[in-house]
């Protein structure tokens, strides 16, 4: 059985980093595709990042552009996010995400990804 388990979610002041982790256990080969998601409170869960294994490209969402960085971590099918000048509006659950490819982008729909992680807290305060 294939699980994703995110860690690094925490409480942060406006304008910190944060780095969070994705770590997929259970599936041996190579999930190509891997993605970052969160929802805020009363709000729909939004992509804000994305990785195609293969070429190393990196997606991301407007509203985290130049201040998120997916990347792929040193284990097999690990992904990491570096969240950089975090506001409060980044305040949410942030999901990992992964799949065997990456059709539709960012806006791919959470629930499309064939393997999906439970979500750790991310706290801005301003």
């Known amino acids: 059985q294939v699980q994703l388990v995110e860690s690094g979610g925490g409480s942060v002041q406006a304008g910190g980093s944060r780095t969070l982790s994705c770590a997929a256990s259970?599936?041996?080969?190579?999930?190509?595709?891997m993605a970052w998601f969160r929802q805020a409170p009363g709000q729909e869960r939004e992509g804000v990042a994305l990785?195609?294994?293969?070429?190393?490209?990196?997606y991301y969402a407007d509203s985290v552009k130049g201040r998120f960085t997916i990347s792929r971590g040193n284990a097999h099918n690990t992904v990491s996010l570096q969240m950089n000048n975090l506001a409060p509006e980044d305040t949410a659950v942030y999901y990992c995400?992964?799949?065997?490819?990456?059709?539709?982008?960012?806006?791919?729909?959470?629930?499309?990804?064939?393997?999906r992680g439970q979500g750790t807290q991310v706290t801005v305060s301003s």
């Open positions: 259970g599936y041996t080969g190579t999930l190509y595709c």
């Open positions: 995400a992964a799949s065997l490819e990456c059709s539709g982008g960012v806006r791919r729909a959470f629930n499309d990804y064939s393997y």
């Open positions: 990785l195609y294994i293969p070429t190393g490209v990196p």
